[in-house]
């Protein structure tokens, strides 16, 4: 898996030069499926293709912005396409190819930015958590949220204390020699001492290396925004808990790593930790809402949200996530009820200005928001 976080996406849309190509293609484990996934992909670009030209690309510039996406299909042509799905990002110069967590749907949207959406959704899920397990033998990421756990790379963190610590300085500041029976027949247990040995010395090594995890975890855990709930045992848990900088980290967690194999165990002791916190925020931004209508603060009108976006002035953001405003960014004003060829969708537009100008964004279901005339609500900075 490789997710992405908000940080990850408001650098995408900044760096993408247009013309942009985003697709989102279900995937699936099943070997009997993979081919009409495969397919699926391949009809995208296609797609994509069909509309570069409708907006006036050339030949040239057309095959040159989709040869990573037929490189790629043309790499799963014997085999299922990665994870629950696939995101292909495809720009003048440049891709990007995501795994996502849950299936999405398949869609193909074509302008001068990337289309992000469905994944900062994802991103600012309020269901949504990290799991880190940490022993000193290893560390694991995980990504969760109502329905289970997901395994995050974790290459960056150092996984043994040794890696922190180095192997020269454990050897020659400790001695050892072997004293009485060990667990197995014929084993002797391991005493250390000498120069360095002891419980403080053990301690400082635990301290550094578990510092080092956290350096190592901070910046993309701090990009999900989300409640972060800690697995480890006694010291680790405690000492962790003091020194890492993590936002997020509940004050609970589970007083144990995760064993192998045990994900379903463990998310069932991580869901009830978080859940009573999740959600609470969007419930906050509802009734700040409803308060503010009629006093100014709080503007509905899509083109004033989307201009109050780009200029910073959009404290926080909320979006009704069955809604879409397909229009010509030039052109806000005039929403499309179907989406044209070159039409963006104004809500994905405004959630990253507003994440990028350091607002907050949040996304309710159908029937969530206070009223029923605009999916997309802006409560305004004070002046």
Same mark, same amino acid.
């Given at each position: 898996?490789?997710?992405?976080?908000?940080?990850?996406? *408001?650098?995408?849309?900044?760096?993408?030069?247009?013309?942009?190509?985003?697709?989102?293609?279900?995937?699936?484990?099943?070997?009997?499926?993979?081919?009409? *996934?495969?397919?699926?992909?391949?009809?995208?670009?296609?797609?994509?293709?069909?509309?570069?030209? @409708? =907006?006036?690309?050339? @030949? @040239?510039?057309? *095959?040159?912005?989709?040869?990573?996406?037929?490189?790629?299909?043309?790499?799963?042509?014997?085999?299922?396409?990665?994870?629950?799905?696939?995101?292909?990002?495809?720009?003048?110069?440049?891709?990007?190819?995501?795994?996502?967590?849950?299936?999405?749907?398949?869609?193909?949207?074509?302008?001068?930015? +990337?289309?992000?959406?469905?994944?900062?959704?994802?991103?600012?899920?309020?269901?949504?958590?990290? =799991?880190?397990?940490?022993?000193?033998?290893?560390?694991?990421?995980? /990504?969760?949220?109502?329905?289970?756990?997901?395994? +995050?790379?974790?290459?960056?963190?150092?996984?043994?204390?040794?890696?922190?610590?180095?192997?020269?300085?454990?050897?020659?500041?400790?001695?050892?020699?072997?004293?009485?029976?060990?667990?197995?027949?014929?084993?002797?247990?391991?005493?250390?001492?000498?120069?360095?040995?002891?419980?403080?010395?053990?301690?400082?090594?635990?301290?550094?290396?578990?510092?080092?995890?956290?350096?190592?975890?901070?910046?993309?855990?701090?990009?999900?925004?989300?409640?972060?709930? =800690?697995?480890?045992?006694?010291?680790?848990?405690?000492?962790?808990?003091?020194?890492?900088?993590?936002? /997020?980290? =509940?004050?609970?967690?589970?007083?144990?790593?995760?064993?192998?194999?045990?994900?379903?165990?463990?998310?069932?002791?991580?869901?009830?930790?978080?859940?009573?916190?999740?959600?609470?925020?969007?419930?906050?931004?509802?009734?700040?809402?409803?308060?503010?209508?009629?006093?100014?603060?709080?503007?509905?009108?899509?083109?004033?949200?989307?201009?109050?976006?780009?200029?910073?002035?959009?404290?926080?953001? +909320?979006?009704?996530?069955?809604?879409?405003?397909?229009?010509?960014?030039?052109?806000?004003?005039?929403?499309?009820?179907?989406?044209?060829?070159?039409? +963006?969708?104004?809500?994905?537009?405004?959630?990253?200005?507003?994440?990028?100008?350091?607002?907050?964004?949040?996304?309710?279901? @159908?029937?969530?928001?206070?009223?029923?005339?605009?999916?997309?609500?802006?409560?305004?900075?004070?002046?």
């Amino acid at each position: 898996m490789n997710p992405i976080g908000i940080a990850g996406l *408001e650098r995408l849309t900044r760096a993408a030069t247009p013309p942009c190509v985003s697709i989102y293609v279900p995937g699936t484990p099943i070997a009997e499926q993979a081919r009409a *996934e495969r397919l699926l992909l391949r009809a995208a670009l296609d797609d994509a293709d069909e509309e570069l030209q @409708k =907006l006036g690309i050339d @030949k @040239k510039t057309r *095959e040159e912005v989709l040869a990573p996406g037929r490189a790629l299909a043309a790499r799963h042509d014997r085999e299922p396409l990665p994870g629950r799905g696939i995101v292909l990002f495809l720009w003048r110069g440049g891709s990007r190819s995501l795994e996502t967590w849950t299936p999405p749907e398949r869609l193909v949207v074509v302008g001068r930015r +990337l289309h992000v959406r469905p994944l900062l959704e994802r991103a600012v899920a309020p269901d949504r958590f990290v =799991l880190v397990s940490i022993r000193e033998g290893g560390v694991r990421l995980f /990504g969760g949220d109502r329905d289970g756990l997901v395994p +995050l790379p974790s290459d960056d963190v150092p996984q043994e204390l040794r890696e922190v610590v180095g192997f020269d300085h454990r050897a020659t500041s400790l001695q050892m020699h072997s004293q009485g029976p060990g667990a197995g027949a014929g084993a002797r247990s391991a005493v250390f001492h000498g120069q360095g040995a002891g419980v403080d010395d053990r301690a400082d090594e635990r301290t550094r290396y578990l510092r080092a995890v956290d350096r190592a975890l901070a910046p993309a855990i701090r990009s999900m925004r989300c409640p972060v709930v =800690l697995a480890a045992a006694e010291p680790v848990a405690a000492t962790f808990r003091r020194l890492s900088g993590i936002p /997020g980290l =509940l004050a609970t967690g589970i007083p144990q790593a995760a064993a192998p194999g045990a994900e379903s165990a463990l998310h069932a002791r991580a869901w009830p930790l978080v859940r009573d916190q999740l959600g609470g925020a969007t419930r906050a931004l509802v009734g700040r809402v409803r308060q503010g209508l009629g006093t100014g603060r709080v503007i509905q009108q899509p083109d004033a949200v989307f201009q109050a976006s780009i200029e910073g002035r959009v404290a926080d953001l +909320l979006c009704d996530s069955s809604g879409h405003l397909w229009a010509d960014p030039g052109s806000p004003a005039h929403v499309h009820a179907t989406r044209e060829a070159g039409d +963006l969708d104004l809500i994905d537009i405004a959630a990253v200005e507003t994440l990028r100008h350091g607002g907050d964004v949040r996304f309710v279901e @159908k029937g969530g928001m206070p009223t029923d005339d605009s999916p997309i609500a802006a409560v305004l900075r004070r002046p």
